[in-house]
């Protein structure tokens, strides 16, 4: 195995303090992908530039024991807040130690020293070991460059418009599909920020108002984990499971511009026949635009994209068609994310005893207000007395 060395141009000895840590290596150039394949203690092999919230939730919920980063996991493009994540979890980061790692055999022993990768004992690349320090440093750096992003975003979105314009003005484009949307809530789900906490806030809102549910690739798998069968599930299906694709849940696959549709072969080797929606925005506008085109009466969003940093996270591309999909939808859009914060049950323990002792003390005073509860009573106390006379008998000789 023939491997490039390589040191950070970044200050070579800033984070490579700290413990010895290893494990077998895992490597994808897919986070979200490899994520799928990785088991508590594995060291994880990635090449994602500014890694982001989702990717680091991830991540965390595996529980590898280091994180191993060809790229930068901070570029400087903006504040991204995965690096920080991972490093509150405990997980070991190494930072931009270039394109070689990423020829680690897979499940190689892998053995970190402070920023340096070894194998067998030879080193086969070098980077920069993360802390909270060199973390918050890059967060400075790249809060400074926001203004440039910003630009760049008015740009894109002009761009977006010009090509998308009769889709996102009028319609032109949107396909026809079975699903009933017509007067219809919809609850649409990604698998994005705190997807699973605010789906659980929302059991109620779907067992009441029964909306369509519509998963965004991953997010149908979501709605299966809570005990819920999608109606749609729209994506690229790079990242949404066999079980949910053949659930019976209508398929619109994502196609580019040209008609091209990498996850359509997928869909129907599973014996379904898909719907294809050419758009150039992400998987979850063309969700929010076809359920708005069909008439649903309200959208309600759930791990979907809304701030600047969230949009940031999506590449410039993609937060465009995001910024201008909510414009377009605003009207009817409810978005659920952070209803989990916003709301949560403060019933102390004490607090659930003296109601419990509340409830029991009127079924007591009810029965006793009542002939038969009376008699119920004078027999159960004849019954305790009889036990205490017995009690009695056995240490009294």
């Given amino acids: 195995m023939k491997m490039i060395l390589r040191k950070s141009e970044r200050a070579p000895d800033a984070g490579d303090d700290g413990p010895d840590v290893g494990g077998p290596a895992r490597v994808g150039t897919r986070t979200k992908d490899l994520t ?15 890694i982001d919230r989702v990717a680091a939730d991830a991540l965390v919920a595996v529980g590898p024991s280091a994180v191993l980063n ?9 504040p991204n807040a995965g690096p920080g994540i991972l490093l509150e979890a405990g997980i070991v980061l190494v930072d931009d130690l ?4 990423m020829s680690l055999p897979e499940g190689s022993a892998v053995r970190i020293d402070g920023g340096t990768v070894r194998v067998d004992g030879t080193t086969v690349a070098e980077g920069i070991r993360q802390t909270p320090d060199t973390v918050e440093a890059d967060m400075a750096a790249a809060r400074e460059g926001l203004s440039a992003e910003i630009e760049n975003f008015a740009e894109n979105t002009m761009t977006y418009l010009r090509r998308e314009r009769d889709l996102l003005l009028d319609g032109v484009g949107v396909p026809d599909v079975r699903t009933q949307f017509d007067g219809r809530h919809v609850l ?19 067992t009441e108002n029964r909306p369509v549910l519509v998963g965004v690739d ?3 798998d979501a709605i299966i984990d809570a005990g819920w069968k999608p109606d749609m ?12 694709l053949s659930s019976g849940a209508e398929i619109v696959v994502h196609a ?8 359509l072969e997928r869909v129907q080797s599973l014996g379904v026949e898909p719907v294809v929606f050419p758009a150039t925005g992400t998987s979850e506008d063309i969700a929010m635009l076809l359920a708005d085109d069909k008439g649903a009466e309200l959208i309600v969003a759930v791990g979907t994209h809304a701030t600047l940093v969230e949009f940031l996270d999506k590449g410039r591309a993609g937060m465009a068609s ?9 009207g009817k859009l409810v978005d659920a994310k952070g209803v989990s914060r916003l709301y949560r049950t403060r019933i102390s323990n004490l607090q659930l005893t003296l109601l419990s002792l509340a409830g029991v003390a009127a079924v007591v005073a009810a029965l006793w207000s009542t002939a038969a509860g009376q008699t119920l009573f004078g027999i159960i106390g004849a019954r305790i007395d009889d036990l205490v006379s017995w009690v009695g008998s056995l240490f009294g000789g």
Avoid: C, N, Q
């Avoid at 649409?188 to 779907?206: F, N, Q, T």
């Avoid at 580019?256 to 996850?263: I, N």
């Fill in 70 to 78: 060809a790229a930068r996991s901070t570029s400087g493009r903006y």
């Fill in 36 to 50: 799928k394949r990785l088991r508590p203690g594995d060291v994880a092999v990635i090449d994602h530039v500014d």
């Fill in 233 to 244: 599930i729209v994506g690229d299906m790079d990242s949404v499971s066999d079980r949910a």
């Fill in 188 to 206: 649409i789900v990604v698998r994005g920020y705190h997807y699973r906490e605010d789906l659980a806030m929302l059991r109620s809102y779907i």
């Fill in 256 to 263: 580019y511009r040209d008609g091209s549709a990498p996850g």
């Fill in 98 to 101: 270039g394109p070689a790692v």
């Fill in 218 to 220: 991953g997010g149908a």
């Fill in 322 to 330: 995001t910024f201008l999909t909510r414009l377009r939808v605003g």
